[in-house]
């Protein structure tokens, strides 16, 4: 929370109340001794912010774990037909769905 306490100056969450009576107290700890009732809102924004903190750190990790895991793409081992739009295998010389000739590459040499 240090880089958070230097962008409000200084202010510390934790100290934030809400005094339920009508005495003024000069701080959390001098209201708590004197046993009067308090909302204490700044615990609740401290809790929030390092809840907030902890996950986008995790997000960021599981994201990064994912992105390394992927698998590689591999080579491809079929082509489409030029005449019925089918996955065929590479070395096909004919369809098996529209039986159609297929020009084998490196033939016309």
């Known amino acids: 929370m240090p880089p958070i306490g230097l962008l409000v100056k200084g ?6 109340y809400i ?14 001794a004197a046993g009067v009732p308090t909302i204490n ?4 924004l401290n809790n ?5 903190i902890v996950t986008a750190v995790l997000f960021v990790v599981v994201k990064q774990v994912n992105r390394l895991r992927r698998p590689k793409e591999a080579a491809p081992t079929t082509k489409p037909c030029p005449y019925c739009c089918s996955d065929i295998p590479l070395a096909a010389i004919r369809c098996p769905h529209c039986t159609s000739l297929l020009e084998v590459e ?3 040499e």
């Not at 005094?19 to 708590?32: D, E, H, K, M, V």
Request: glycine share 10%; net charge positive; charged share 10%.
């Open 106 to 108: 490196g033939a016309g």
């Open 19 to 32: 005094n339920l009576s009508r005495t003024r107290y000069p701080s959390l700890q001098a209201a708590q």
């Open 48 to 52: 929030l912010i390092n809840f907030l």
């Open 11 to 16: 202010i510390h969450f934790s100290d934030l």
């Open 41 to 44: 809102y700044g615990v609740f």
